[in-house]
């Protein structure tokens, strides 16, 4: 969690409110100038998901409301397996991976997503060797940007449960590309999923003295903002949503960091409705995820945003009860309704996937209340 937020002009992972991401920013590479790959690694996910039906192994779980991006979408399987039953389907999943391999006719782009999530798989059942090997030959088929569908992939792949699989491959990436911006921020966002925000800070300190381009500079600072924020570092994480949003291109991909420094500038009992209705200015807030902004000016009640998450086909399609939820519980801690902000972080949990920096967010608030 993802181009459009992620690399090209990061938003909401994870989705995921950053991962729907297509972009048009200007001079990003080839990657983001086609404006497809995320929804291809979607794709494949899918294809994959839907050869397979995995039981209990989410393959790809894409945040929708990481980006609110109406093309995410959230690859989860329901039921439960055991460890003989998830070995097998680990084992499925590696054979329909080499089958979709072998076909001749695969996009160098296609070919190196399908390979970051067999460098995955293999990694998973012990095979490291095998999985550096994938790792190498995304780097042969898609040289300037191999590294950019690793990072992109990892996270959601994490999101599934094996978090330690995840960061082992992005390991032998960094090993393959040392220092590269991209990877370390997707270790960052796998350290975040289990709660290890401060390690995650530190990647994410480094991967901005490593940055080499404007997208790579968002990208590091709209996340380490969820770090600080995560890490109750308030000023910080707002000054770090705020400085992502130089070079973003329209309102609609400024539109949720200026939500998270809303959110990190309340916590820090700072002035955030004054810096939001200067930024949002003249634009219409009559489009998702826009009518959670004009909540938060004072334009809507908290009810009339349920009624919207719940009805409106752009809020339903990126699941947003989730965000809803979060931000009804932010407006409640800005007016010290500590009741109100627990049941709605409580909510937002509940709603929003692991991957998510809501999910996250709403954990970290319920422990502080």
Request: glycine content about 10%; proline content about 3%.
């Amino acid at each position: 969690m993802l181009l459009k937020g992620r690399f090209c002009a990061v938003g909401w992972q994870n989705r995921g409110m950053d991962a729907g991401r297509q972009s048009a920013d200007a001079g990003v590479g080839p990657i983001c100038q086609i404006g497809g790959m995320q929804r291809r690694i979607v794709q494949a996910a899918g294809v994959l998901s839907a050869l397979l039906a995995l039981q209990g192994e989410a393959l790809a779980q894409r945040n929708a409301t990481e980006s609110w991006d109406p093309s995410s979408r959230d690859f989860s399987a329901g039921g439960a397996t055991g460890p003989a039953g998830a070995a097998a389907a680990r084992n499925t999943t590696l054979e329909s991976l080499n089958k979709i391999l072998s076909a001749s006719q695969l996009s160098a782009m296609d070919r190196s997503i399908y390979l970051s999530i067999r460098a995955f798989q293999l990694s998973r059942l012990g095979r490291e060797a095998d999985s550096q090997k994938d790792i190498a030959e995304m780097g042969k088929v898609l040289p300037g940007d191999w590294q950019l569908i690793l990072s992109t992939t990892l996270p959601g792949l994490a999101g599934g449960g094996d978090r330690a699989a995840a960061l082992r491959t992005l390991d032998s990436a960094l090993q393959r590309k040392p220092g590269d911006s991209s990877l370390m921020v997707a270790q960052a966002q796998v350290y975040m999923q289990i709660a290890d925000f401060q390690r995650a800070l530190g990647l994410l300190d480094q991967a901005l003295s490593g940055q080499q381009s404007a997208n790579e500079r968002r990208s590091a600072l709209y996340f380490r903002g969820h770090a600080n924020f995560n890490l109750a570092n308030y000023a910080q994480a707002a000054d770090d949503f705020d400085a992502s949003l130089e070079g973003r291109p329209g309102f609609k991909a400024k539109l949720s960091p200026m939500l998270w420094r809303y959110a990190a500038q309340a916590r820090a009992r700072r002035d955030a409705r004054g810096p939001l209705a200067r930024d949002v200015g003249a634009e219409s807030l009559n489009e998702w995820p826009g009518q959670i902004a004009r909540f938060l000016l004072g334009k809507g009640t908290a009810g009339e945003l349920e009624v919207i998450a719940e009805t409106d086909e752009a809020a339903k399609r990126a699941n947003g009860k989730c965000p809803s939820a979060f931000f009804i519980g932010i407006d409640a801690v800005r007016r010290d309704d500590k009741q109100r902000a627990r049941e709605q972080f409580q909510l937002a949990q509940a709603r929003c996937p692991t991957v998510s920096e809501l999910n996250w967010a709403a954990a970290s608030e319920l422990k502080r209340l």
